[in-house]
Structures are given as C-alpha cells and as structure tokens.
C-alpha cells in the first residue's frame, strides 16, 4: 500500500510505503526536514493526500 504524505511542517508531499501493521501508528520521516510525523488515517488528522 503506497500513499502521497504531506509534511506537517514544510508542507512538501512524498510517497509513503506501508509495510504492514497499524497505519495509526506509523511514523514518516520526512525526506525535505527530516522532521518525523505521525501518518495517521483519522480524517482530522491525516498527513494522507492520497492513495496511490
Ligand atoms: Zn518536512
């Protein structure tokens, strides 16, 4: 499952590989800040732009 991620802090998109597990507690580092978020699938709160 691949997903398009939006950092919370420079706001620059990238892909997300899910690997299995519990996507609530997945946590992305991003590749532009180095800045590491939570990925989350609630609707409030997700960093998710899209599947892909
Ligand atoms: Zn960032």
């Avoid at 706001?11 to 597990?21: A, L, S, W």
């Avoid at 590491?36 to 699938?41: E, W």
Wanted: glycine content about 6%.
């Amino acid at each position: 499952m691949r997903f398009l991620v939006q950092c919370p802090k420079c706001k620059q998109t990238m892909q997300y590989e899910m690997r299995g597990g519990d996507i609530q507690t997945k946590i992305k580092r991003c590749v532009y800040c180095g800045r590491f978020f939570k990925v989350h699938s609630n609707i409030n709160k997700t960093r998710i732009v899209k599947r892909v």
